[in-house]
């Protein structure tokens, strides 16, 4: 339930503080007072668009907030524990909205996206509006208005779901269908091509062995020349390496007298003369071992002609062979054991299309059940509004697309109505007069919100276009409404305010050259004079504040 609402610097508004009780609240004012500002601060705490126009001329940005106390709301209670925003049991939803058109919203203190907060106002607050009544010349208003009042929203959202997931598999099947083809020419060649790097076999480092090894092979003649010069030069030629250290090494040892400064190149010269021997026993060995075979070589160069060639045909580097062939395996085995055949995905859209019929089946029921109980209320209450000859019925057809399923289920719904004796229901829009409209939009809402779980309902001067007797009985309905929980209503008509459980008014004044918006609580003097206005206009003669006394008594003492 709203228990406390703030305005600062929103349109003319600087700053507005309303408290609201339970039952029906009322708030009354000139045409252009201010009015709308309240609205306008009740759908923004509740997600709607904000417009940065709004914000009060001089201010930097507007701030809105409401209370709501939860004691009897147990379903938002848990969306806020669930979502770690709960704080005993109020509840605070804010809207600050910057000149330059960026808003925040918070929940409880904490920042949290407008989605959040529609779907946390949706449980505390519905907003009938003055225009809501055009929405009723559309079908989708008709399905959504048809399952609140039932109570069936979940059971809708559930058929809409299995609508969406066999819409999905049948795009899948429609769309394998037609790739097949081509998904099966795409598979040939997979396998051909996988077939082929599989015989070629290459090995993990055998490309670098290959290519190392055939340059080697393709000169050998010119290494083992060098390398039989090498072996010349280190002991077997003349003179050879070798033995000119040796002669060197044995020149210092016979020195006239040891010279202690030279033992240490003595040794070096033998060493040397060690390793340059072993180096020509290496060149002797290589030699021997070195195998120059023009049959090795020419089967090396045919096996990496194959490799190049594979590349190539490939559009590869002879490098990337392994990875590619891993990639070309991969996509063989998605498309051979990866992904549904079309009978897999046959019999997964069957089992969507018999989930979707049996979840289409009960919402049917449940919805035929809803609309007979709403066509006798609002045929009630269309009597009470002093419609008696209206009849009003909910119309059931099925939906277009040959059989197949459909997001609404098995039944479009469609409201009609017969404004004369034997004349046949046709839809709303083709025999309402505006009126009607407005009054049949009364009657359908009063009906709806009879069921409803939300706990505070705002009525934006729903009753336009009403008079008379007929406004007396709005007020009436309204206020029924109010014994069970919480209206809050903008009215223009003195019938409908005098039946209200608390009056607000809403005022603009001139200060300073600033206009400024404000609202006030009435006490009983100040109500009378406020439904006299209402009543009388300016000039408030002693008749048109009887009449408005007379007004307020009856709409007090009356119970329902």
């Not at 015989?199 to 290519?211: I, P």
């Not at 000859?389 to 399923?405: K, L, Y």
Request: with cysteine.
């Amino acid at each position: 339930m709203l228990t406390h609402l703030t305005v600062a610097n929103y349109a003319v508004a600087e700053k507005v503080e309303l408290t609201i009780r339970e039952g029906m609240t009322t708030l009354t004012g000139e045409t252009g007072a201010g009015k709308s500002i309240v609205m306008d601060a009740l759908s923004l705490v509740t997600g709607a668009r904000a417009d940065a126009g709004a914000v009060r001329e001089g201010a930097d940005r507007a701030d809105l907030s409401a209370v709501f106390d939860l004691s009897r709301t147990p379903e938002a209670q848990q969306w806020l524990e669930e979502r770690e925003l709960d704080q005993e049991n109020d509840c605070v939803l804010r809207r600050v909205i910057r000149r330059d058109g960026r808003s925040r919203g918070y929940i409880n203190g904490q920042p949290c996206t407008l989605t959040d907060l529609k779907t946390l106002g949706s449980m505390l607050m519905d907003i009938h509006s003055q225009h809501q009544h055009q929405s009723l010349l559309k079908r989708e208003t008709h399905h959504r208005l048809v399952d609140e009042f039932g109570g069936n929203g979940e059971l809708a959202e559930q058929v809409r779901a299995a609508f969406r997931e066999w819409r999905e598999l049948n795009r899948k099947l429609e769309q394998a269908s037609n790739q097949r083809d081509e998904r099966n020419a795409r598979t040939e060649l997979l396998r051909y091509q996988v077939e082929e790097l599989d015989r070629l076999a290459l090995g993990a480092e055998e490309l670098e062995q290959l290519e190392a090894e055939q340059k080697q092979l393709a000169n050998g003649e010119s290494i083992l020349e060098q390398c039989h010069e090498a072996a010349q030069c280190c002991s077997e030629g003349e003179p050879a390496a070798v033995s000119m250290l040796e002669h060197a090494r044995q020149r210092l040892e016979r020195l006239p007298i040891e010279v202690p400064q030279l033992a240490e190149t003595c040794q070096m010269l033998e060493e040397a003369r060690i390793q340059a021997e072993e180096a020509g026993d290496n060149l002797r060995r290589f030699i021997d071992d070195y195998d120059c075979d023009p049959q090795r070589l020419k089967e090396v160069e045919e096996r990496l002609s194959w490799i190049y060639q594979i590349a190539r045909k490939h559009q590869i580097q002879p490098q990337e062979i392994r990875e590619h062939q891993a990639s070309l395996r991969a996509e063989l085995d998605e498309l051979e054991n990866g992904s549904e055949s079309l009978e897999q995905l046959q019999e997964r859209m069957e089992a969507a299309r018999t989930e979707w019929n049996r979840l289409a089946d009960e919402l049917s029921s449940a919805r035929r059940q809803a609309a007979e109980r709403l066509d006798a209320g609002v045929g009630e209450e269309l009597r009470r509004l002093s419609m008696p000859d209206i009849q009003f019925q909910t119309h059931f057809s099925a939906p277009s697309g040959d059989g197949q399923p459909a997001a609404s289920g098995h039944e479009e719904m469609e409201f009609l109505v017969s404004t004369n004796a034997g004349q046949s229901a046709r839809p709303l829009g083709k025999v309402a007069s505006g009126g009607e409209l407005s009054r049949i939009s009364l009657a359908i809402q009063v009906v709806v919100a009879q069921t409803s779980t939300i706990p505070t309902l705002v009525f934006d001067e729903v009753d336009v276009g009403i008079g008379g007797g007929v406004a007396e009985v709005v007020g009436r309905l309204l206020r029924q409404l109010g014994e069970s929980g919480q209206i809050l209503c903008v009215t223009h008509l003195p019938q409908v305010a005098s039946q209200a459980h608390q009056h607000m008014t809403v005022s603009k004044f001139t200060e300073d050259e600033q206009t400024y918006s404000t609202v006030e609580n009435l006490d009983s003097e100040e109500r009378i004079r406020e439904v006299a206005r209402m009543l009388g206009g300016v000039d408030l003669t002693e008749q048109t504040m009887a009449h408005a006394s007379e007004m307020v008594q009856k709409g007090q003492a009356t119970h329902h």
